[in-house]
């Protein structure tokens, strides 16, 4: 039977519950909201197949050595309504567009009416849109596997975008058999923050009011090199705040395995893997702008075949990549984020004293905030680096 004896090696993708033909594994939240599974020894026969279809733990290729390159497309969705409602450049939304036209079902991330964060079912574009634009935190995946294999046994298209860990352990799940008709989707991810902090970061803005909207990164404040997050009230009023995106890029209350996350860019279980596209005006000036731009890569022939067939929608140009250039500007493609050295003691702290201590100490709530800005201030008027 599958056990996490050290939660560094579970990336809680929900294989090992879904694999289960007896309903003995229960996934369960630590106190940073993170899920793991948990065994019922009155229901388990002890049959091994959680631990097989686990991939996280299993062998993985090497990573990629200095001195190559990769052949990425930018692309920018043509309709100026589906790239302005789309985190980068609308690659997904224009995957998903394709695979509801075939009569298919589509699964992503959505934020749900108690902005919790969740992957849920969609044959429709309308119910596509919630799916759109980045979640900052992981989502919740409890019972999608299943239900992306009765789709594939029903001889429905299906397309299933998620993280890398998410991509893998679906993979890992559906049979050979049945995945001619699954199109897997990842994203270049930095790391997947805390459900637990992320309810109390939404529970202390409603403290100013209903809330009817929250983006993470919202392009129409600053453009989409901006990572402004902002909340919207029922009055009307917009805010803008960045307290939970600050903690984000902090690399400190990520789940414990992204710190040895696999899923390097030799290492991927996707069709295709899709991101922002970091650094485009430098390759491709007109590409570049306040709208967004992704870079798309093909994995597989099948991911090939789909990129091919997204030229009606997506205006695109293929372009080679050195490693140097990728390292620099989508580093995540080659290895996990560097978790801060007080990740340890910011889950501690905040399991004793609660998310308003860890936003002030660690946020931008508060003095130690100003005063680092202050000196980062400081350092660029001087040149200092």
Not at 100 to 111: C, D, K, P, T
């Amino acid at each position: 039977m599958i056990r996490v004896d050290d939660r560094i090696g579970c990336s809680g993708c929900t294989a090992c519950q879904s694999v289960c033909p007896h309903d003995a594994i229960e996934m369960k939240a630590d106190a940073m909201g993170f899920r793991y599974p948990a065994v019922d020894m009155n229901l388990c026969v002890d049959c091994g197949l959680c631990e097989k279809v686990c991939d996280f733990v299993k062998p993985c290729a090497d990573s990629p050595k200095a001195g190559f390159s990769v052949m990425v497309n930018a692309a920018r969705h043509r309709d100026p309504a589906s790239l302005a409602s789309s985190q980068s450049g609308g690659t997904a939304a224009a995957l998903a567009e394709m695979i509801i036209s075939m009569g298919g079902a589509v699964y992503g991330a959505g934020i749900n009416p108690d902005f919790t964060v969740s992957h849920s079912r969609a044959v429709t574009l309308e119910e596509c849109e919630s799916f759109k634009r980045s979640k900052y935190v992981q989502s919740d995946l409890s019972g999608v596997f299943r239900m992306v294999m009765k789709d594939l046994k029903d001889g429905m298209k299906v397309l299933f975008t998620g993280t890398p860990c998410q991509v893998a352990g679906l993979s890992s799940f559906i049979p050979e058999s049945l995945k001619e008709n699954l199109l897997l989707v990842d994203m270049v991810c930095h790391g997947v923050p805390s459900p637990a902090v992320w309810k109390d970061y939404v529970a202390f803005m409603a403290r100013k009011g209903t809330i009817s909207e929250i983006v993470f990164r919202n392009k129409d404040v600053g453009g989409w090199k901006m990572h402004n997050g902002t909340i919207r009230y029922s009055d009307g009023r917009i805010v803008v705040n960045n307290t939970f995106n600050v903690l984000f890029y902090k690399n400190i209350m990520f789940r414990p395995s992204c710190r040895v996350c696999p899923y390097h860019i030799n290492n991927r279980k996707s069709d295709i893997i899709v991101s922002d596209f970091w650094g485009v005006g430098e390759i491709l000036p007109e590409f570049d702008g306040p709208t967004g731009t992704s870079m798309v890569i093909a994995n597989t022939h099948r991911g090939e075949e789909y990129i091919e067939r997204l030229k009606d929608s997506l205006d695109m140009k293929q372009v080679e990549l050195s490693d140097g250039f990728l390292m620099r500007r989508n580093p995540n493609l080659f290895r996990p984020t560097r978790m801060d050295k007080d990740c340890v003691n910011f889950e501690r702290k905040y399991t004793e004293r609660g998310f308003l201590y860890v936003a002030r100490r660690w946020g931008d709530i508060g003095w130690r905030f100003k005063a680092w800005k202050l000196k980062v201030f400081v350092k660029n008027l001087l040149g200092i680096r």
